[in-house]
């Protein structure tokens, strides 16, 4: 089976599993997942969302071709501010693994008219490649049947660098597709909740020599 249509069968069945019911209470809890790069986010690129207040969450990410694990944590323990770890392990052979930090503070949360603002930093002490980054995101059609999420920004760094943004489609009260720019290139996912507190993430990433094919797995919780 070719890497397509392997991809294809996974998004049928992470698509199809939040069909195994949850109750009401349970549905209208929604999750915010850690990024590739560890905070909160889309794919690769960070987003306005955090986790809830005194709470985390714990995430992993594979990619085939480039990326042999990326764990991190991410905590928010006072209002509008994240902090996390990332432990980064390169697929490329020499490449040292190395544990970095990030932040991330909403300086605006959302209303009915303005969008959030959030401004932060990936990779704190510039281990890896660190990235400094501002973002606005917007939920446009909130009552309705598809709502859709717009996430916008710029960083200026190594990881990213230049003008990124994000498109989330909730499709299901458990299931999202996003679409994302990353500065380079274009990304793909379909993130699903098959429980009230764990998401799973199906994506394709463009390396820029190829797309490759990628996992990940999130757990979040409060204290």
């Known amino acids: 089976m070719s890497r397509v249509l392997a991809l294809a069968a996974c998004l049928a069945l992470v ?9 009401d209470a349970d549905a ?7 990024s590739v790069l560890g905070l909160t986010g889309a794919i690769i690129t960070p987003t306005t ?3 809830p207040v005194k709470g985390l969450n714990v995430g992993y990410h594979w990619l085939a071709d480039t990326l042999d694990s990326a764990a ?3 905590v928010a323990p006072i209002p509008k501010v994240e ?9 490329a052979a020499g490449v040292d693994e190395e544990l970095v930090f990030n932040a991330k503070y909403v300086f605006v949360e959302e209303d009915e008219k303005n969008p959030a603002v ?7 002490g510039d281990d890896v490649d660190q990235a400094w980054f501002g973002v606005i995101s917007k939920v446009f059609n909130a009552d309705g049947e598809v709502p859709i999420t717009i996430n916008l920004g710029g960083a200026s760094g190594d990881t990213i660098d230049g003008i990124f943004g994000s498109v989330k489609l909730a499709l299901h009260e458990d299931v999202d597709v996003i679409g994302e720019y990353d500065s380079e290139e274009f990304n793909f996912a379909v993130r699903a909740r098959p429980y009230k507190d764990i998401t799973f993430d199906l994506m394709t990433v ?3 020599a190829d797309r490759e094919f990628g996992v990940g797995a ?3 919780t409060t204290w």
């Open 72 to 74: 991190k944590v991410n």
């Open 83 to 91: 902090i996390g770890a990332l432990w980064w392990d390169p697929a």
């Open 28 to 34: 209208a809890l929604t999750t915010s997942a850690p």
């Open 218 to 220: 999130a757990w979040c």
């Open 118 to 124: 959030a401004a932060g930093v990936i990779d704190i």
């Open 49 to 51: 969302e955090l986790p």
């Open 15 to 23: 698509v199809a599993v939040p069909a195994l019911a949850q109750d």
């Open 206 to 208: 463009d390396n820029g």
